[in-house]
């Protein structure tokens, strides 16, 4: 199988081509001190403030879409962003200085005041006006669990959502949505290997691939989602000297029903099974 010593990643419409990787490096380091990006914030590094939160888009090929996910930067490992496209807060106006709609609402709702929480709190709303048509409570809470404010609670918050449930998606990313898509299929084919300074990372794309990984890296630590693996760099200051990460393996991200039980992929998110 083909393999890539180099991450590939979409940010601003363009493929970022990065060599060399620490790969213990979290996405958040790898924003605010390679990409010069500071809206992102350094709160609680264990993925309980959401002062961090990203968004990462995800190339569908059965639904020719992209799905849009807001992740903890803070424990998301640089490496797992191969693949995929990168939104920070900082993205979200039009280049004409027009605010998004989400960050309209926010304004509008005066839901900000120290500005710790902001940046977080807007990558959620914005996340979440990518997934959904409409918002109901619980869509709400859900998405914005992991968001803390500590000034204004969290009611301003939740009328900036419900005041963009019924308007319509539109916004600078769905309309160069087929552009993002034609640069997504072009890094999504290889495989990844990263040496550097004694550590090292795979991401196989097939199971046959990732079967031969570990029967030659036995000690190796395997990495899904990566809310326990995360904390050992970020809290316990351990280097990871060996990392399997598994979710560029379609074949493991699935649901499968019969009449005795139902089975789930290694790599199928929780959000997907609730």
Known sequence: MPTSDTIKFVHEGKIIEVKNLDTNQTLLEFIRENLNKR??????????CGACIVVIGTYIPEKN???YQAINSCIFLTPNLNGKQLIVVENLASKNGKLHPVQEALIKHNAQQCGGCTSG????????FKSYSKFDDHIIKENLSSNLCRCCGYQCYVDACKSLSNKKKIDDFSRNKRDTIKLLKKIQKESIVLYKDG????????INELKQII???PEATILSGGTDVGLTITKERKDINTIIY??????????????KYIEIGATTPL???S
């Open 215 to 217: 029967k030659k890296n």
């Open 199 to 206: 550590k090292r990372y795979f991401a196989p794309r097939y």
């Open 65 to 67: 879409d992209i799905q």
């Open 271 to 273: 959000s997907t099974i």
């Open 121 to 128: 709190f807007c990558m959620s709303l914005f996340a979440m």
């Open 39 to 48: 809206g992102c914030k350094s709160g609680c590094d264990e993925a309980a």
């Open 246 to 259: 598994l979710n560029s393996i379609n074949e493991l991200n699935y649901i499968r029903r019969n009449n």
